[in-house]
C-alpha cells in the first residue's frame, strides 16, 4: 500500500509540476493585482499595528521565497562551472582539441546571434511597431559606458581566482578552469589522484541540482505571483505591437532558425532537443537569468541530450555569458520600434551597422551586468537614436526578458549538441531516448529522511 501511494504521489513529472507552479503564479500574482486596484489593499491589524496584505504576501512571503530560491540555483554556479569544467579539461587526451571546442563553440553562438538580429530587424521594418504612435514618457535612462572589446579580453585573465569566484565572473572562472584542468592533466599520478576528488565532487553538485528542481514548482510559483502582481499591464497594452514582436520573433528564431541549424550542422532531431529543453526553458523563464539556469541548463546537456561532459563544461558556461541571441532580437525590434516613434528615417547602411554592432557587442559586454540595456544604447548611438528612448520600453523589458532567456539557455544546449557530435563527444542513443534523464530528476525525499 505505501509503494502504491509513492507511485502515485510520483506520477506528475517534473515538468508538468513546474507548469502548474508557472500558471498557478500568473493567476494568483494577476488576482492579486486586479484585487488591489480595485478595491484597494486590504489590511488587518496585529498587536495595534497596521499591516498591509499587498505587503505581507506580495513584498513579504512571495518576494522572500523567490530571492531565496534564486540564490540556492546561483549558490551551485561557480561551484558547478569549476568543478565540471576541471574535470572535462583534465580529461581531453588532446591539447588542440580545446582550440577547437573554444573556436567552434564562439562561431556558433557569433553565427546565431547575427541571424537573430538580421530576423528582429527585418520583420520589424515589415510591421511598423511603431508607427502612427505618439508616446511620452516621463522616464529617463542613463547610457552606461560599455568597456571595449579589447578590455574583456584583458579582464577575462584573473589577477585573483578566489576573488573572481567570489563576484561570479564567469569568463574569469572559465579562464582559470581550464588553465587548472590541463595542469592537472600534465601533472601525472598527481594530477589522477585529484582528478578523481574533482569527480566526486561533479557527482555530489549534480545530485545537489537534482534536489533543487524538485523544489522548483514552489519557486516559480512565487517569482510568477510576485512578477504577475506588480507588472503594469497598461504600459504593456500601450506597447502591445511592440510586444507581441519581440516573442514572435523570439518564436521563430528559437523553433526555425535552431532546428535548420541543429539539422543541418549535426543532423539531429529538433523535436526531440525541443521537448527535452521543456524544465531548463521554464526555469529561464521564471527566474530571467542564464546564469541562474546554468545548473539545469548544464544537466540537461549532459543527462538528457548525451554531450560529454568534457565538452559541456565548456560550451555551456561559455553560452551563458555570451550567447545574446534572444538580447540581440530584443535590440533589432527596438531600434526600428525607436527609430519610428522618433520619426527618424534609418538607410540600409544603418541597419547593416545595427546587425554588425549588436553582434559584436555580444562578446564586448560579456559578463556586464544589465548587458541588454547596455547593449542597446550602444546600438542607438551607433545610428545616433536617442538613447532616452530606452525609456518607452523598459516598462515591458521584465516579460520580455523571460522570453529571451528561455531562447538563449536553448539555444546554449543546441550549440553543445552540435559542437559535441562534430567532436564525437556525443552519445546519440541518450540523445534520442525519451526519457534519458527522466528519473534522475525525482528525488527520494523518503529515502533521505531515512538514512539521516
Known sequence: MPQSSQTQSTKLGLTARIFIGMIAGIVIGALLQWSFDDSGDFSFSVFGINVSTYGVLVEGIFNVVGKIFIASLKMLVVPLVFVSLVCGTSSLSDPSKLGRLGGKSILLYIGTTAIAISLAVSFALIVAPGEGLNLVSQA??????????????????PTNPINAMAEGNMLQIIV???????????TGDAGKRLTSVFEDLSTVIMKLVTILMNLAPYGVFVLMAKMFATIEFDTIISLIKYFLLVVFVLLVHAFVSYSVILKLLSGLNPLILFRKMRDAALFAFSTSSSSATLPITMETATKKLGVKSSVASFTVPLGSTINMDGTAIMQGVATVFIAQVYAVDLTLADYLMVILTATLASIGTAGVPGVGLIMLAMVLQQVNLPVEG???????DRLLDMTRTAVNVTGDCMVACIVGKSENEFNTDVFNDLDAGIKDEEVDFQHLENNS
Open 176 to 186: 582559470f578552469s581550464v588553465f587548472f584542468g590541463i595542469a592537472m592533466a600534465m
Open 140 to 157: 529617463t535612462y542613463e547610457a552606461k559606458q560599455a568597456p571595449s572589446l579589447g578590455q574583456v579580453i584583458i579582464n577575462m585573465m
Open 390 to 396: 530606452i525609456a518607452l520600453i523598459i516598462g515591458v
